[in-house]
């Protein structure tokens, strides 16, 4: 079965649906699927680079110690 096909089977069978908590948590799917395929995949260069950031970050303690950082989350409730 191709694309085209398969989307209007699914669009005939989401017309028919009555329940709007399946309707919701179908809208909520597919609106993530679009934000994750909207992130396009960093390249090798740009993870390279974030390493080094990130190492960098750490050899001059511009970082935040865990326990630290958990502190500040516990006072954010």
Same mark, same amino acid.
């Given at each position: @079965? !191709?694309?085209?096909?398969?989307? =209007? ?6 017309? $028919? #649906?009555?329940? &709007? &908590?399946? =309707?919701?948590? #179908? %809208?909520? =799917?597919?609106?993530?699927? $679009?934000?994750? $395929?909207?992130?396009?995949? @960093?390249?090798?260069? %740009?993870?390279?680079?974030?390493? !080094?950031?990130?190492? %960098?970050?750490?050899?001059? !303690?511009?970082?935040?110690?865990? !326990?630290?950082?958990?502190? &500040?989350?516990? $006072?954010?409730?």
């Amino acid at each position: @079965m !191709d694309i085209q096909t398969r989307k =209007i089977n699914f669009v005939q069978e989401f017309l $028919k #649906l009555q329940n &709007e &908590e399946l =309707i919701t948590h #179908l %809208e909520d =799917i597919l609106s993530k699927a $679009k934000t994750v $395929k909207q992130r396009s995949p @960093m390249s090798i260069d %740009e993870f390279n680079a974030r390493i !080094d950031q990130s190492l %960098e970050d750490s050899d001059n !303690d511009r970082v935040i110690h865990v !326990d630290d950082l958990l502190s &500040e989350i516990e $006072k954010w409730e």
